[in-house]
């Protein structure tokens, strides 16, 4: 048996059914001699790890990807001589990065484009091949030219399960123990894998014997004596196959040619048949691209991605990934909203997290809608470690817990950085699948604190406020609204039930003007707003956390920003209290609040300090607090909007605008809560509505249409009452529309045709 042959000829094959073909015609399908357990251990059923991991197609993917940029850092590091577990080893993955591949502050923003491409080609390449078209599972290849491994290493690496052969190296991503087999669940062809690897000689003691080595993972279905499924690996001989070789033609040539090029070492991973999503079978530059930006918001190394599907070329057949902060940074003039990105830095059990809040544009015709794609850059609460999200909140996140967010959900993203908690926090917080986070009392503290700052935030209250004011808005026809009139004066039980105190329209009022705020890239001050010296302290109530009001001309990402950030202390006397629980820096435009921890002593002595490399001397603010004993306050009278005795002013929606309001034809409401009102919008363009239409005559087409508003008004109004009621409600919206969506069909037939009856 030639073994290069067989393992060239199964590399450049894209379906799993020919693999199988191979392996058969070589007999070492059948035979269970040539197939070992994955994990080596008989004591337990391997697919009870191999088969909880990642839930989603693409995470599963980029964990490959993740173990790329892994493998290219190790290399880095073995290469200048230094022991990856030592203390001379980088202790994070951000210097890790900055170090071995001398990128400003760990981050690609402003890396050159060739160094970034250089980098792409080496380190990380993905390659899809295979099927396209509905229902297709295209096969994925992750190709590097880093560290790569000795055959008889493969059972410690590429084939373990549980031994954590990361553990003690700082910088790396990969920490779990788990090879990253939740890909292979996902290849629909008996779970086939390919694995090819050989170690770079820059790194290997001795070059005689650096030989190719590769293996298939497939997997078994269950016998009747076994519950489960189980993982096998290829052996021959009983061990790795293996052949000696200077290079493989196996790198992608120019299109549509998947192979071609040399590759020299590294690692090859292919898996066959991978069930990627629907969304995702476009061509690869496209919707997956936009997909591993949310997940990889700061890649270890650029990714190069290549389209190698005949005829899937249209669009674009290459493209490289620089990640989510990258194309944040790189895009934000064009698609994000006014004085954002904003950022607020808190800490929870003495643990530091760094927040970015994103609020996307609102577009106004189809050149912005291509251009302000949220689809590109995602939306909903991010929760990231060394630039890899590893779980996340949805956009109901902003419409639930008091939030009224709803309206501009789609287009808000918040991004957490979680890469500074300790290591028994990390567990706290995220699953072994990188997908979700614990529910459980840390996290709880975590989401509180995110929902007060999105709550309290003004620039998100001006971003809501400014949409409103650009919503197009229907002039409810007169006769419409003196129906309405009419319906409550002739029922005043009616009346009440529906206006009983109740918001109920759109209250836009005059547009409040806000100055232009124009921030200095390096600011020249920070100072509070009233100043609090020692012999005027401020006063502040026993177990109150005090909050210092600051005004300054940083941007509102000064602390988080990829270049030269700034950074700050707090101090209470002498003793520096910055990663204490209750600190926590937030502000926008120029407006900042620092908030500290409640302490006993009487008289308190703070000092604030800011720097960054701009500066020799440090911006300080020295301020002192004054303990006092809790006042008596009188309960405010709570604020209430105005209430709108009249007709709803609703919002009137089209097929044009389906997509940025998440309904379809078959919706008829959709109610959403802000701050200040509620905002009806109402599909005109209903297909129930629509086909009553076209059987009415042309003097009763405007009668019916104001009926059609005075009734799913007057529903709208109910359904706000009967929402208050519910103990967990889910979003408004979602309320309002998944309950008009059912009486779609009957709404005019009601209305017109009982009354004739």
Sequence with gaps: ????????????????????????????????????????NKDYNNHSIIGSQQSNPANALVEKLVNSGDSALMLNCLEKGIDPKSNEAPNNLKEAVATFFNVEDGRWIDADKTKKNQLAEKYCNLVVTGEKGTGANPTYTIIDSAEGQEPEDFKKTFLSLTQKNKSGISFVQGKFGMGSYGAVNFCKVDGLQLILSKRNPSITEDSSKNLWGFTIIRKVEPTQQQ??????????????????AKFLDLMPSVYPNPYGLKFEHGSFVKLYNYDIGASLRSNITLDLYNKINTLLVNPVVPIKLY?????????????????????LERDRSSVLANGFPSEFIFNVENQRIKGKIYAFKKYSNEIEKKLVDTKKYGNGILFCMNGQSNGSLPPSFF???????????????????????????????????????????FSKKIKDVISQELSDHSGLKQFQNEWKGSEVKSQSSKNTKQLFDMLLKSNKTLANLLLGGNRVGNQFGDKEVVPLFESNFYPTFFKLIKPSLEAHPREI??????????????????????????????????????????????????KWILSLPPRGETIQKYRFVINDDSRIDSLEEVFFLKLIDKKEHLKPTPRRPKDMK??????EIGKDDFEQYDIDK???????????SYDYYLNIDNSHIQSYL????????????????????????????????????????????????????????????????
Aim: charged fraction near 30%; glycine fraction near 6%; hydrophobic fraction near 35%.
């Design 1 to 40: 048996m030639n073994i290069q042959k067989l393992c060239t000829d199964i590399a450049t094959k894209e379906d799993g059914l020919e693999v199988i073909a191979i392996l058969k015609k070589n007999n070492l399908w059948d035979d269970t001699k040539y197939w070992k357990l994955v994990g080596n």
């Design 227 to 244: 519950r489960l499924p189980e993982w096998f690996y290829l052996v021959i001989d009983d061990e790795i196959p293996q052949f000696d």
């Design 307 to 327: 389209e190698r599907r005949d005829g899937f070329n249209a669009h674009s057949s290459i493209s490289r990934l620089d990640g989510l902060e990258t194309r």
């Design 399 to 441: 419409s639930t817990g008091g939030l009224k967010y709803e309206n501009i959900s789609k287009n808000l993203l918040v991004i957490m950085d979680c890469s500074e908690l300790e290591p028994n926090y990390i567990f706290q917080l995220f699953q072994n699948d990188r997908e979700r986070i614990f529910d459980n009392a």
């Design 541 to 590: 109530e026993k177990t109150r956390n005090p909050k210092i009001n600051i005004i300054t001309d940083a941007p509102n990402d000064y602390f988080t920003r990829p270049m030269d950030p700034g950074s700050f202390k707090v101090y209470f006397e002498d003793k520096e209290i910055t990663d204490f629980d209750g600190i926590k820096l937030s502000g926008f435009n120029g």
């Design 646 to 651: 009249g007709f709803p002013n609703l919002i």
């Design 666 to 676: 078959y919706d008829v409401l959709k109610i959403t809560e802000s701050i200040e």
């Design 694 to 757: 076209k059987n009415l005559k042309d003097d009763q087409i405007d009668e019916a249409k104001n009926q059609y508003k005075l009734a799913m008004s007057v529903i709208g109004l109910i359904l706000i009452q009967d929402y208050k009621k519910q103990e967990d409600p889910i979003p408004l919206g979602e309320f309002t529309r998944e309950y008009t969506r059912k009486i779609s069909s009957l709404i005019l037939p009601l209305v017109r045709d009982i009354s004739t009856v």
